[in-house]
């Protein structure tokens, strides 16, 4: 009789915090799928064999799900009759990319679960993570239980997502709006480690004489992106495109960052955190794990709000 009591009592609580929109935490998984978070590691390590790029890709794909209504997998949506989703938005349309890794693991994971257990929204958050660690950053706890949403906007996608085009002061309002700080700002951007940028997101930089682009490096991209075509030519964002590392601030502070929005960042109070991180890569690895903690903390669903999408490119069915 006592045991009974004792498990109402369990019990009541635990569905309690669910109903209040429990927290995140970092094993919220270890009951109900034991396996997800190897499984995932090793189909993120195999994506990233295959392609090395890939790990930059599923990094940006988790920072564009989270910037658009919180992290809840709304950018993995088809868009439907009813619906027009997030990946035609101007920031994702031929750019975001890794839809068919998450497919993929979503899949493998739902089979070693025996069932659908793990979010769509969670999964991405943790590919960004592993591969972070795969290409040399270091590990950090990713906080889990997010639940995925049942609708996506393409206008919210168009509108919360900052741009290359933008000045210090429009990227700092677009971050602050999502509760991050110029600090953040600083630390996030160092994303930018990692992977390319199409000529079209850059292109405007190369032919304008009042631009501060380094010139030997502007004219040695000006084969490659021509002020007509090659919109889809790639370029790295940093010399290391692979390699979780501060290149990517020194190239700031050498005035070759290839983002206008990137070298936006050198100056100010700004400019004094990228100084910072181009010589303490210790510090930009800690401070970046935790940066993206409290990014993959923005607006999740918990909770009874949302579902765990049987496949993530659909609302799943009655
Ligand atoms: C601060 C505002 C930001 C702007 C304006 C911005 C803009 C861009 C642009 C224009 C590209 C090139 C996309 C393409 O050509 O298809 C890009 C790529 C990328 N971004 Fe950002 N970004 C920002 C912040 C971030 C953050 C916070 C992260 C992650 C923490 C991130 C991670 C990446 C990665 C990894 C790539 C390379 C993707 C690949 O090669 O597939 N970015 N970004
Ligand atoms: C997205 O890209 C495709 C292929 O380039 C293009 O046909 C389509 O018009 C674009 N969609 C939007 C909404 O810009
Ligand atoms: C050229 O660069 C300057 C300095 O960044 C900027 O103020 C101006 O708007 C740019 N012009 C064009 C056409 O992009």
């Known amino acids: 009789m006592a045991v009974l009591v004792y498990l109402m009592t369990i019990m009541a609580a635990a569905m309690a915090s669910a109903a209040s929109g429990a927290e995140l ?13 190897t499984t995932i590691k090793v189909l993120v390590g195999a994506a990233i064999l295959r392609e090395p790029r890939m790990g930059a890709s599923l990094v940006r794909l ?20 009813d619906m027009i989703g997030e990946k035609t938005a101007k920031p994702n349309n031929n750019s975001v ?11 493998a994971v739902n089979t070693v679960c025996l069932g659908n257990v793990v979010s769509c929204a969670d999964i991405v958050a ?7 660690v795969a290409l040399g950053g270091t590990s950090y706890d990713v906080l889990l239980g ?22 210090l002061p429009a990227l700092q309002a677009n971050f602050e ?3 991050l ?15 390319y940028s199409r000529c079209a997101f850059f292109r405007s930089r190369l032919y304008n004489e009042s631009d501060t682009l380094d010139p030997a490096y502007a004219a040695s991209l000006d084969e490659r992106c021509p002020l007509a075509g090659d919109d889809d030519e790639l370029s790295s964002l940093d010399d290391t495109p692979t390699t979780v590392d501060t290149d990517y601030y020194q190239g700031l502070i050498n005035g070759r960052a290839l983002l206008h929005s ?18 303490n890569p210790a510090k930009f690895w800690e401070d970046f794990g935790a940066a993206m903690v409290k990014m993959g903390n923005l607006s999740p669903l918990t909770g009874d709000d949302g579902e765990v999408r049987e496949n993530c490119r659909l609302v799943n069915q009655e």
Do not use: W
């Open 126 to 132: 943790v590919a960004a993570r592993d591969s972070i």
């Open 62 to 81: 988790h920072f564009h799900d989270c910037f658009v209504n919180g992290c809840d997998g709304s950018i993995l949506l088809d868009d439907t009759d």
């Open 146 to 167: 997010r639940r995925d949403a049942t609708t996506a906007s393409i206008d919210d996608a168009n509108n919360d997502i900052p741009t290359p085009f933008m000045d």
């Open 97 to 107: 990319r890794g839809y068919d890794v998450i497919d993929t693991i979503k899949s």
């Open 25 to 37: 935490t970092a094993d919220y998984y270890i009951e109900t799928c034991p396996h997800a978070l």
């Open 177 to 179: 709006s999502h509760g």
């Open 181 to 195: 700080s110029l600090h953040d700002l600083v630390v996030l951007s160092g994303g930018h480690t990692l992977g």
């Open 262 to 279: 990137d070298q936006q960042l050198y100056q100010g109070d700004a400019g004094d955190l990228v100084k910072y991180y181009a010589d």
